[in-house]
C-alpha cells in the first residue's frame, strides 16, 4: 500500500489558570457541545467532532482540556484531530477516531503541568498524564499503549517506522496545524479551521514554548493565586 509522507498507508480507527472563555462542566446541561468555551465551539460542531461529543471518554477529556494547557494551545488540539482526521478520511485510514481526540486533548499537556523532570520532556510527560487518566477510565492496556505512544512520539522529525495509525495521524495533524507540513495533502484545510478558531502568531509563541521546555523538562505550572 502506498504511504504518504508521514509514512501513513492507507488500509481498511488542571495547570493553566487562563480563561478559555464561558464553561460549565455539568455533563448532562446541554452537552459539551453547549457548555464549552465559546471559541472552541465552531470547532466542536464540525462534523468530525459533533459525531464524538457524546463519547463519555471524549466528554471526560474535553472536560480535561479546558484545565490542562492556556487556551490558544487548547485550540491547536483541536484543529490537530480535524486535520488529522481529515487526512484519514482522504486516504481511507481506519483508526480509533475517540482514542485519538483524546490523545490530541492531551498531546501537549506535558508543557504546562509542573513537577519533576521526566525522561523524554514534555512529550513524555504529556503521554504520562494521558495514561493516567485512561487508566482511570478502564481503557485496556492495548488501546492505552497505542495513545500514549501518540503522544509520547509525535515532536519526532518522522513518525517511527513502525508506529500505529493513531501516532502517524496525530503527528501529521500537529505538524501542520504549528508548522503548515504536509498541507498539500489538504489543500485549504489549514487555513479553513485557523479562520474557524484563529490563533494569531501562535506558531511563534508555541515555538518558544517548546524551547523553553527542552531546556528545562517541564515548565513549571503557574503561581498560587
Known amino acids: 500500500m502506498s504511504a504518504g509522507p508521514h509514512g501513513i498507508s492507507a488500509h481498511p480507527q488542571a495547570m493553566s489558570a487562563q480563561s478559555h472563555g464561558v464553561w460549565d462542566p455539568g455533563p448532562d446541561e446541554g452537552g459539551p457541545g453547549t457548555s464549552a468555551p465559546l471559541a472552541w465551539r465552531p470547532l466542536l460542531a464540525e462534523p468530525s467532532v459533533s459525531g464524538l461529543l457524546g463519547d463519555r471518554l471524549v466528554a471526560a477529556a474535553l472536560r480535561e482540556l479546558h484545565m490542562l494547557v492556556p487556551?490558544?494551545?487548547?485550540?491547536?488540539?483541536?484543529?490537530?484531530?480535524?486535520?488529522?482526521?481529515a487526512y484519514a478520511r482522504t486516504r481511507g485510514i481506519h483508526y480509533d477516531r475517540a482514542g485519538l481526540f483524546v490523545a490530541t486533548a492531551f498531546h501537549d499537556s506535558g508543557l504546562t503541568r509542573g513537577g519533576a523532570s521526566l525522561r523524554g520532556g514534555f512529550p513524555g510527560r504529556s503521554a504520562a498524564l494521558?495514561?493516567?487518566?485512561?487508566?482511570?477510565?478502564?481503557?485496556?492496556?492495548?488501546?492505552?499503549?497505542?495513545?500514549?505512544?501518540?503522544?509520547?512520539?509525535?515532536?519526532?522529525?518522522?513518525?517511527?517506522?513502525?508506529?500505529?495509525?493513531?501516532?502517524?495521524?496525530?503527528?501529521?495533524?500537529a505538524w501542520l496545524d504549528v508548522t503548515g507540513r504536509g498541507g498539500r495533502r489538504l489543500p485549504g484545510e489549514r487555513g479553513r479551521l485557523a479562520a474557524l478558531a484563529p490563533t494569531p502568531w501562535f506558531a511563534l509563541s508555541f515555538s518558544a514554548r517548546v524551547a523553553a521546555c527542552g531546556l528545562r523538562r517541564a515548565l513549571p505550572g503557574p503561581p498560587a493565586v
Open 130 to 173: 494521558l495514561d493516567r487518566f485512561l487508566a482511570g477510565h478502564g481503557v485496556d492496556d492495548v488501546r492505552r499503549a497505542a495513545l500514549t505512544r501518540a503522544v509520547r512520539e509525535h515532536m519526532r522529525p518522522r513518525p517511527a517506522r513502525h508506529a500505529g495509525p493513531e501516532a502517524r495521524l496525530l503527528h501529521f495533524g
Open 71 to 85: 487556551p490558544r494551545t487548547a485550540l491547536h488540539s483541536l484543529r490537530t484531530f480535524l486535520l488529522a482526521d
